[in-house]
Each structure stands twice: as structure tokens, then as C-alpha cells.
């Protein structure tokens, strides 16, 4: 079995493929002439974890009923995609996997890597396979290769030539090619909780041989920088270790915040996070709940999100989810995107949240957008029928002789405004119903006109809802 890996190293340098796992010669070489042994090392690589036991996190993946450690127990490795937040040991965890197996590893960066060099690392392992070895291949970011490169792993998955190991931090099922995860296990991993920031920060003052200098508060603080990165909480605490005497007095939150610059949240507009942050705020105001809504406003703000993304969002909710139930829903949205476009940020930012406050407290109804996607299937499905004959219009007398415009009855001349007519195709025998508005805000009138019509329109002889 065979494990391919591409990774993207942290200085943005070129990751080249690594050369077949046989004993860490090189390594060996390195240490027996002394070269590593003063040569800087980050924190984060010096608290990298020497064991899978030793991933702080990820339990529903690396306890002792996770899927992966039952993966190993058995004996049987699948090819898999681990995908999840950044900082939380996707690629530790794929080396790790690497260093417990007999297969050999190579890794290849998915940003500078092209066919050529996926060829020659496929090449390598079949040569492996040959002589009866398998090869683990690890690709970081994997959804960075397009689909020509996502599909020339599939042979190679399918014979075992390599276990491929994938490691992303958008979601699978929009990045990666529906064959490429049918053959592979997703394995999601979660950003870490303050329990395990706690761990990591504990593994960095052991390191250090010291405590952090900060106090309680500032302590609080800086995991909150952190935004759930386990690398990032690392990097934090070099810094404070870094900017510190031993035996300084401790910082405070202020003065600790001075001291790294608090990193911007974790938030990409274009990615993940983006669609999950306009989801939670979409759902809170369909549930009518303000304080919610407000949060994940709030959040898309504090993440720079375009204010017109989120402005064009709340005309889409008032149409969905409000509709005629409070038909000034939509007229509230729009201002508050006009009173953007008039005032600008910060100040303009206060129209949208008002916007979002009125949209999560009106009566909710999604009666038109039902009836919407329901005329939409019957159009489509009733084919091209033409208009009846009555409602169309005559310009010429080839068009009056066929019929056109015959028996039409003009509404405003009949008895309460209303004729009762038939506006569907002939061939629609059944009347069908699309619009049911609920017994709520205003749509509990609209009810009670459409009760009426259909009262008048079954004595006239237009048929019934």
C-alpha cells in the first residue's frame, strides 16, 4: 500500500518531493556531523508531536474508538481526505500516520507541483510496489489541484500502488471530484477547544523550561487570538516568550495585545468560512432570533466581509423567508443597502444591522417562494401549452377568425371587479394551487381575499382552488 502527500510549507517556500523513506540516511548524516544541533527550530516544530497519542485534540479521530485508530488497529490503512480548519494537526497527523506504518512517504506541494511531478512520484511507487512496499502520498491542500491532477490518482488509489492522504481546509464535496472521494475516507477535523489550547500552551512552558508572563486574563486572551489554531497559539507564545525576561512581572490583556498585534478572525470571504458565517446568519433570522442574527452579523463585519454581500443576503432572506407575510420586509433591506451606499462603513454598517433586526423579528412565510418553485416545475413540466384563446389578444382578423380574444370578460366591468375566469391552458384540466399564504402577519389577509375570489370564482364558472 502507498501514501502520497503534497504539503505547502509555512514559509511559503517550495516543498520538493521527498525522496523515499530508507532510514533517514540523510537525516543520520546531518546529525552525526553536528549540523542540527545549533540550528534554529521554531516552537511549533519543536512541540510537533513524535506519536499519534500525542495529537492534542481530534478524539472522534484519533481516541481510542476513533476512526483512524481503528483504521490502524485493523491493520487496513484507506486512502483518506482530512479536512478542517487550519492549525489543527492535519498535516501532523498525516506524517504521523507515516511514521506508524511501513509505507514509505513522499510528499509533493500542491501550488508548485504539476502532472510531471505527480508522474515521477507514481513512477517511484511503482517501482516500490515492485519489490513488494508501499508508498503513502501526502498532499496538503489538495483541493489546489485541479481535476485533470485530482483524476490521475484514482488508477493508482484503485491497484494500490499508493495510499493517498489529502489534507484540505475547504470542503470536499465542493472542491474535490465526486471519484476521487468515493474512493477515500473524510475525516473532519475540528478547530481546537479551550481545553486544548490550554494543553498546547502548557507543552510550550514546559518546553520553555518557564511560565508564560501573563496573568489570568491576558492568559483568556491570547487563546482567544488564537481562534481555535493550534499553530497560531504556539507562534503567540513565542512571542511573549521572545519579548520577556524569566521572572518578568506578568502582562496584562492590554499589554499583551499591544505586543502580538491581534491577528485578524479567522475568516476567509472567498472560502469555507465565508459560506458557513452567511448560513448561520441566514438561519437565525429565519428562526426570528435578533440576538443570534446580530452575532453572525457581527462576525461577517469584524471579518471583513463586503458589506454589499451581506446587503444583498438580507433582500434574499426578506423575499425568502418573509415574503408577503410583512411585504415592507424587502423595502427594509433595500434601504438599508441604499443607506450603505449613502453613508459608507463604519457608519452605514448601523442600517444593516437594523435590517437584520426588523427581518428576524417580522412574520415569517416562505408561501411565495413555494409557489414559486412549484409553478416553476409545472411550466416546465406542462411543456410549451399556449395561453386559452379568451385572454389573448386579436391585432389582426386571421387572429379574430381563429378565435382570439373570444368570450374574454374585462374584470373591472364585472360585479365586484372579479370575472372567475379560467387563465390556464385548456389542456390543464385540474386547477392547480401554488400559492397558499399562512394565517400570518399580512398574509392572513391575503387569505381572506383569495377565500373570497374562490368563492366567486366556483359560482362563475372559473373552478375552484
Not at 459560506?275 to 448561520?280: R, T, V
Request: net charge negative; glycine share 10%; charged share 25%.
Amino acid at each position: 500500500m502507498s501514501i502520497v502527500a503534497v504539503e505547502t510549507s509555512n514559509c511559503g517556500c517550495r516543498a520538493e518531493a521527498a525522496a523515499p523513506r530508507q532510514g533517514g540516511e540523510m537525516s543520520d548524516l546531518f546529525q552525526a556531523a553536528g549540523l542540527q544541533k545549533g540550528a534554529p527550530r521554531p516552537l511549533a516544530d519543536r512541540l510537533r508531536p513524535q506519536k499519534l497519542s500525542k495529537v492534542v485534540g481530534q478524539a472522534q479521530i484519533l481516541g481510542p474508538d476513533g476512526v483512524l485508530t481503528r483504521m490502524l488497529r485493523s491493520g487496513r490503512l484507506s486512502s483518506m481526505i482530512l479536512w478542517g480548519p487550519p492549525g489543527c494537526g492535519k498535516t501532523t497527523v498525516a506524517r504521523l500516520i507515516a511514521e506508524e506504518t511501513e509505507l514509505d512517504f513522499e510528499q509533493l506541494s500542491a501550488i508548485f507541483s504539476g502532472v510531471q511531478d505527480l508522474r515521477k512520484a507514481f513512477d517511484r511507487a511503482k517501482g516500490r510496489r515492485s519489490q513488494g512496499k508501499g508508498t503513502l502520498l501526502f498532499i496538503d491542500e489538495i483541493h489546489r489541484f485541479n481535476r485533470a491532477q485530482q483524476d490521475s490518482f484514482l488508477p493508482h488509489m484503485e491497484d494500490g500502488t499508493i495510499t493517498l492522504i489529502g489534507a484540505t481546509t475547504e470542503n470536499p464535496s465542493f472542491e474535490l471530484n465526486a471519484a476521487l472521494l468515493s474512493r477515500a475516507v473524510v475525516l473532519t477535523f475540528e478547530r481546537h477547544d479551550e481545553d486544548a489550547l490550554a494543553t498546547l500552551l502548557q507543552r510550550a512552558e514546559a518546553e520553555e523550561g518557564r511560565a508564560l508572563p501573563l496573568d489570568a486574563e491576558a492568559r483568556e486572551a491570547i487563546k482567544a487570538m488564537a481562534d481555535g489554531d493550534g499553530r497560531t497559539i504556539i507562534n503567540l507564545a513565542e512571542e511573549v516568550f521572545a519579548a520577556s525576561e524569566p521572572g518578568a512581572d506578568p502582562i496584562n490583556r492590554a499589554q499583551l495585545v499591544q505586543l502580538v498585534q491581534r491577528r485578524a478572525p479567522l475568516y476567509d470571504k472567498g472560502r469555507d468560512g465565508h459560506y458557513n458565517l452567511i448560513s448561520a446568519l441566514h438561519k437565525a433570522v429565519r428562526g426570528s432570533d435578533p440576538d443570534g442574527a446580530l452575532y453572525w452579523l457581527c462576525r461577517m463585519l469584524d471579518g471583513g466581509e463586503d458589506r454589499l454581500f451581506i446587503a444583498r443576503r438580507l433582500v434574499r432572506m426578506a423575499v425568502e423567508d418573509i415574503g408577503l407575510a410583512d411585504p415592507q420586509a424587502v423595502t427594509q433591506a433595500l434601504a438599508a443597502k441604499d443607506t450603505f451606499d449613502f453613508l459608507g462603513s463604519p457608519e452605514g454598517e448601523l442600517a444593516l444591522a437594523q435590517a437584520t433586526i426588523y427581518l428576524a423579528t417580522a412574520p415569517k412565510s416562505n408561501a411565495a417562494y413555494v409557489a414559486y418553485k412549484a409553478a416553476m416545475r409545472a411550466a416546465k413540466g406542462n411543456g410549451s401549452l399556449s395561453p386559452p384563446k379568451h385572454i389573448l389578444n386579436a391585432p389582426t382578423k386571421l387572429m379574430e377568425d381563429e378565435g382570439y380574444g373570444a368570450g374574454y370578460a374585462y374584470d373591472h366591468d364585472a360585479p365586484d371587479g372579479f370575472s372567475g375566469q379560467n387563465y390556464f391552458p385548456d389542456e390543464i384540466d385540474q386547477r392547480p394551487t401554488f400559492y397558499d399564504p399562512p394565517e400570518r402577519g399580512f398574509e392572513r389577509e391575503i387569505r381572506k381575499r383569495l377565500t373570497y375570489w374562490d368563492g366567486l370564482r366556483r359560482k362563475r364558472g372559473g373552478g375552484g382552488r
